[in-house]
């Protein structure tokens, strides 16, 4: 499994990491998630090289914080990065435009939410903490300055980093520049490229490590979604995936199974696409079966794919819209989801 520096921060994570949203269960987030494979699939991911991993408050209402915990007890000599995320008061996904951020990331509800992440947890620190939205107006609010320092001084949290909204990977550029963000975690994959655009050259500028989230595309990037695909009625998917998006999504997938090389998934292809980027530190997919996590980690040591087929010059007809586009919200979305 191949290191890449955490940003400025002096240390480095596996390049392919795991994102624990699929595993938390709960209303609102993916329906089938079973804890004994859940672990079983966490331990493989650890002996398999992985260091990074990715949780949330929000996820299965503290759930998937849990697990993380387990995680790093049955592993206390291992370097493993633990992250997780700070719900907005409010519980708007995303933050708007105009939303103050008294209401949405008060100091005491900052220290208050860490703390809860931390009692599930059962751990005394985190290797990471991120702001699970943000607005780039709050820039300059000495709130979050403040809390984001003290969660440090106090040895809560070793690192600060935010998860900038879907659709808006310049949303924080101007809070990079504060000097108080140690990673961004933002969606980017095969469909959405938009992050290269802006943020990705202020990441490189100043030291910020980049988490890139959503590689798969909630899944259709996988190749197994047909227009008829359903979840159960609490699943999440239903909502992202609509009969208008499935019909955007499916001819733009079939665009692009004749880039697939033999012997490979789309899914890997997909993943070596993003690890391809030298301004990626870490990918985080969801992957709750141990085949998924045997996929994921031979897509890794495959090494770096020509980016020349995916790029504005060479796209196919399936993605020749998305980098420019679905930055922007699309025609069929749904409103945002935690993700």
Same mark, same amino acid.
């Given at each position: 499994?191949?290191?890449?520096?955490?940003?400025?921060?002096?240390?480095?994570?596996?390049? !392919?990491?795991?994102?624990?949203?699929?595993?938390?269960?709960?209303?609102?987030?993916?329906?089938?998630?079973?804890?004994?494979?859940?672990?079983?699939?966490?331990?493989?991911?650890?002996?398999?090289?992985?260091?990074?991993?990715?949780?949330? !408050?929000?996820?299965?209402?503290?759930?998937?914080?849990?697990?993380?915990?387990?995680?790093?007890?049955?592993?206390?000599?291992?370097?493993?990065?633990?992250?997780?995320?700070?719900?907005?008061?409010?519980?708007?996904?995303?933050?708007?435009?105009?939303?103050?951020?008294?209401?949405?990331?008060?100091?005491?509800?900052?220290?208050?939410?860490?703390?809860?992440? !931390? #009692?599930?947890?059962?751990?005394?620190?985190?290797?990471?903490?991120?702001?699970?939205?943000?607005?780039?107006?709050?820039?300059?609010?000495?709130?979050?300055?403040?809390?984001?320092?003290?969660?440090? #001084?106090?040895?809560?949290?070793?690192?600060?980093?935010?998860?900038?909204?879907?659709?808006?990977?310049?949303?924080?550029?101007?809070?990079?520049?504060?000097?108080?963000?140690?990673?961004?975690?933002?969606?980017?994959?095969?469909?959405?490229?938009?992050?290269?655009?802006?943020?990705?050259?202020?990441?490189?500028?100043?030291?910020?490590?980049?988490?890139?989230?959503?590689?798969?595309?909630?899944?259709?990037?996988?190749?197994?979604?047909?227009?008829?695909?359903?979840?159960?009625?609490?699943?999440?998917?239903?909502?992202?995936?609509?009969?208008?998006?499935?019909?955007?999504?499916?001819?733009?997938?079939?665009?692009?199974?004749?880039?697939?090389?033999?012997?490979?998934?789309?899914?890997? !292809?997909?993943? #070596?696409?993003?690890?391809?980027?030298?301004?990626?530190?870490?990918?985080?997919?969801?992957?709750?079966?141990?085949?998924?996590?045997?996929?994921?980690?031979?897509?890794?040591?495959?090494?770096?794919? #020509?980016?020349?087929?995916?790029?504005?010059?060479?796209?196919?007809?399936?993605?020749?819209?998305?980098?420019?586009?679905?930055?922007?919200?699309?025609?069929?979305?749904?409103?945002?989801?935690?993700?």
């Amino acid at each position: 499994m191949q290191q890449r520096a955490f940003g400025r921060t002096g240390r480095s994570v596996s390049e !392919l990491g795991v994102g624990m949203w699929g595993m938390g269960g709960g209303i609102g987030g993916w329906t089938g998630a079973d804890d004994r494979q859940s672990l079983a699939v966490l331990q493989a991911a650890v002996d398999a090289g992985v260091t990074f991993f990715d949780s949330a !408050l929000v996820y299965g209402a503290g759930h998937s914080d849990e697990l993380l915990g387990q995680l790093a007890r049955a592993n206390p000599d291992r370097d493993l990065l633990l992250a997780s995320k700070i719900p907005p008061k409010n519980r708007q996904w995303p933050a708007r435009p105009g939303d103050r951020i008294r209401d949405v990331f008060p100091p005491d509800h900052v220290r208050a939410s860490v703390h809860a992440i !931390l #009692r599930r947890a059962k751990v005394s620190a985190l290797g990471l903490v991120q702001f699970h939205v943000w607005q780039d107006e709050w820039a300059d609010d000495p709130g979050w300055q403040r809390a984001a320092d003290d969660l440090r #001084r106090e040895g809560l949290a070793r690192h600060v980093g935010i998860s900038v909204n879907r659709w808006e990977p310049a949303n924080v550029l101007r809070t990079l520049r504060t000097g108080l963000v140690d990673s961004v975690q933002v969606v980017y994959n095969v469909f959405d490229q938009a992050a290269e655009d802006e943020l990705f050259p202020a990441c490189r500028e100043l030291g910020v490590a980049v988490i890139a989230r959503v590689p798969l595309d909630e899944g259709s990037l996988t190749g197994t979604l047909t227009l008829d695909s359903r979840w159960p009625e609490a699943d999440w998917r239903n909502a992202y995936f609509g009969a208008a998006n499935l019909r955007a999504t499916i001819p733009r997938v079939d665009a692009l199974r004749p880039l697939v090389p033999e012997g490979q998934t789309l899914a890997q !292809l997909a993943l #070596r696409f993003i690890l391809s980027s030298p301004d990626v530190t870490t990918v985080i997919p969801g992957m709750r079966r141990p085949e998924h996590l045997a996929a994921n980690v031979a897509a890794a040591a495959g090494g770096r794919c #020509r980016r020349t087929c995916w790029q504005p010059s060479g796209r196919t007809a399936g993605t020749a819209t998305h980098r420019a586009g679905r930055c922007r919200r699309p025609p069929w979305a749904a409103p945002d989801r935690v993700t």
